[in-house]
């Protein structure tokens, strides 16, 4: 099949001459939305444990959560070189002297080429982008933000606590030092429509985002959105209807903003709905034949395009 759009994989080949793969760390971070610093109980369909597989296990120090990274990535796929993924909950939340140690860690090995940063937008003042530009200078990096939703309606329903307005803030002083950003986007969220969600695509594309992760609404065993789900069952996506859906999204997307991932990859042992009992690569080839049948691909509904 053609390419539909630009994966993060075919990226990596295009700017590295070996396997490059990314590996998820928890570094024992806390998030600003559960510890009281902009509000207590965390965004209510989030649980680290579902996607994040560092996690599900008792604190491990850093580097040994590279060397096992390492290990699989090299025995599975061949990998040769590494971009540490400081994934599980808000990873420039703490004083600047703190995360240097931690970010310095994860390069401290050679075969390390770069760090991703995931955080929120809401947790990036100007002494962490200006860390983080240091960074940029002498490795190869991303900040990623989530966002999910550019209704702050959506989101204050779901305790994300942060509004629209302070990611367009981060957007633009990060834009100043030239770092990469990868936004992240949930497509389903409760009581949005496709119309919705197109709105959000829409405004992405008219950021022109260097990368984007697209995740379905999933609802994780534990979270406030279970228990609202056993007392009023929340409507999640079928994999029918999520297909389209993430079509129309990419569809909106610049051609040259990198697509990270189309779908959640999680462990359905935490999961209540959606259960699809399908495989990430099923998945995808699923979408590649949408897009085949429509005859379209990444960026053909793009309009507007503005720095």
């Known amino acids: 099949m053609k390419p539909y759009y630009r994966s993060y994989n ?25 510890d009281g610093t902009v509000a207590y109980g965390g965004c209510s369909y989030c649980d680290n444990k579902s996607f994040s597989p560092n996690s599900r296990t008792a604190p491990r120090p850093i580097r040994d959560q590279i060397l096992s990274g ?21 990873n420039t939340h703490g004083s600047v002297d703190h995360l240097k140690r931690l970010y310095d860690q994860a390069l401290a090995f050679p075969d390390v080429v770069g760090l991703s940063i995931g955080t929120r937008p809401d947790c990036v003042p100007e002494p962490v982008l200006d ?3 240091d960074y940029h200078a002498r490795t190869y990096l991303w900040i990623e933000y989530g966002l999910q939703s550019i209704h702050d309606g959506t989101m204050a329903d779901l305790n994300r606590a942060h509004a629209y307005a302070q990611f367009l803030d981060a957007v633009e002083r990060t834009r100043r030092r030239r770092l990469r950003i990868c936004t992240h986007v949930i497509l389903g969220l409760p009581g949005e429509t496709p ?25 994780a065993k534990n979270t406030a959105l279970a228990k609202l789900h056993e007392r009023r069952p929340i409507q999640t996506l079928s994999l029918e209807e999520y297909i389209p859906v993430v079509c129309d999204f990419l569809e909106r997307m610049p051609a040259s903003t990198v697509v990270e991932r ?3 990859e999680l462990n359905e042992a935490y999961v209540v709905a959606p259960l699809w009992g399908q495989t990430k690569s099923e998945i995808l080839r699923r979408i590649d034949r949408e897009f085949e049948r429509r005859g379209s691909r990444q960026g053909k509904r793009h309009l507007i395009s503005v720095r």
């Open 70 to 90: 390492m290990k699989f990535y090299r025995n599975r796929f061949g990998a040769e070189k590494f971009i540490v993924y400081f994934q599980a909950f808000t």
């Open 262 to 264: 189309l779908v959640g």
């Open 131 to 133: 860390l983080l530009a």
């Open 10 to 34: 075919s990226y990596l080949k295009e700017n590295f001459l070996c396997k490059v793969y990314k590996i998820p760390i928890d570094a024992g971070f806390s998030c600003p939305n559960i």
């Open 195 to 219: 119309e919705m969600m197109m709105q959000t695509a829409d405004e992405l594309a008219r950021l022109n985002p260097d990368g984007i992760k697209i995740h379905h609404l999933y609802i």
